[in-house]
């Protein structure tokens, strides 16, 4: 009688090729790891070689470069961005991978450490900047400083940070961070802020970024970041009252944080809101906003009287002299106040 010769059965035939799968399967994720891994490692070798080369840079007035400087090689897969601010005191550069979103890293100045997430909103074109952390202090290059009216105090920032912004009553609470005489080119520019609002009830004004003249606020007047009966409103005019003016937000919730920026260029002719780093609402426009160069208020408009006065926490005010773009405005809501 015949032995049948020794084979595999189905089932072992399944069970073999479920395990060779698997080891498939393993050695797949193994060799990802293996790669993000890498690539951690390059992007933070990329980043250390950008902040030797800014400290390398720094002048004889020990301030440093706006950029990261040309020599600078980065590898392939590599993006990196950032340079200095606060009048090149200090710098802020991250460095982030192409192929995996969540590989980011950044250093600041202030401790040179490499550390995970991003912290390095845009500084370009930055010419005002109030941080807000404890003081009024202007850091985008004038070194002013401005003075609390009313019982405007430091309080809890956005970023949790103690004394990391400005808390304003509504009744007569307000910053005076004027700058006589700058002349800012307003051709082309943004505001910045983040706000949150303690108790807005119905269609009353909250006048955040003022930049303009005193007699001028409500639904018109110099550009200002502004939430009143007209809407959530980016405000410019001409000498002439011509206005933009628009964007009738409403899901506005009390006591969230919530990020604003307005942005404006007469050269494309469009204005645009932004909020909680996504685009709001854009409109056309055909001409150069008329500007005053010696009043900004933070916390309230111009001469309104008390009616159009903040009240919430106002944190991380700023003015750029160019329209900054989406990415831009998702980068500056993604890092958070200041």
Not at 53 to 66: S, V
Not at 74 to 103: L, M
Not at 142 to 170: I, K, M, R
Not at 280 to 300: A, E, T
Request: charged share 15%; proline share 4%.
């Amino acid at each position: 009688m015949k032995q049948k010769k020794p084979g595999f059965t189905i089932i072992e035939l399944v069970v073999v090729i479920a395990i060779i799968g698997i080891l498939v399967v393993i050695s797949i994720v193994s060799y990802g790891a293996w790669n993000k891994s890498t690539v951690i490692k390059q992007v933070k070798s990329d980043l250390q070689t950008a902040v030797s080369a800014m400290e390398d840079a720094r002048n004889f007035d020990n301030l440093y470069p706006d950029s990261i400087p040309d020599n600078v090689k980065v590898s392939k897969d590599v993006r990196i961005t950032g340079g200095s601010f606060n009048s090149g005191r200090e710098y802020c550069i991250e460095a982030r991978s192409t192929k995996y979103a969540d590989v980011i890293f950044y250093v600041q100045s202030t401790d040179n450490i490499v550390q995970q997430g991003t912290k390095c909103p845009t500084y370009t074109g930055l010419v005002r900047w109030w941080p807000l952390n404890g003081n009024i202090n202007e850091m985008a290059g004038t070194g002013s400083v401005g003075t609390a009216f009313g019982g405007a105090a430091p309080t809890t920032g956005q970023s949790g940070a103690v004394n990391g912004a400005y808390n304003f009553d509504g009744v007569d609470d307000y910053l005076d961070v004027t700058t006589p005489g700058d002349g800012w080119p307003y051709a082309a520019g943004s505001l910045s802020i983040w706000v949150k609002l303690i108790a807005k009830t119905g269609n009353e004004h909250h006048s955040f970024l003022y930049t303009g003249d005193p007699a001028e606020d409500g639904c018109s007047g110099h550009p200002s970041i502004i939430l009143s009966s007209c809407g959530l409103v980016l405000q410019a005019q001409t000498n002439d009252r011509t206005v933009i003016n628009f964007s009738n937000y409403t899901a506005w919730t009390n006591n969230l944080w919530h990020h604003l920026v307005g942005t404006w260029d007469s050269k494309t002719g469009v204005a645009t809101m932004y909020v909680d780093g996504a685009f709001n609402r854009s409109q056309n426009f055909s001409f150069i906003p008329y500007l005053s160069q010696d009043v900004q208020f933070i916390g309230r408009p111009g001469n309104r009287g008390t009616a159009r006065y903040t009240k919430g926490v106002l944190d991380d005010a700023r003015v750029y002299d160019r329209a900054i773009s989406l990415a831009e405005v998702q980068a500056l809501y993604a890092a958070g106040a200041q």
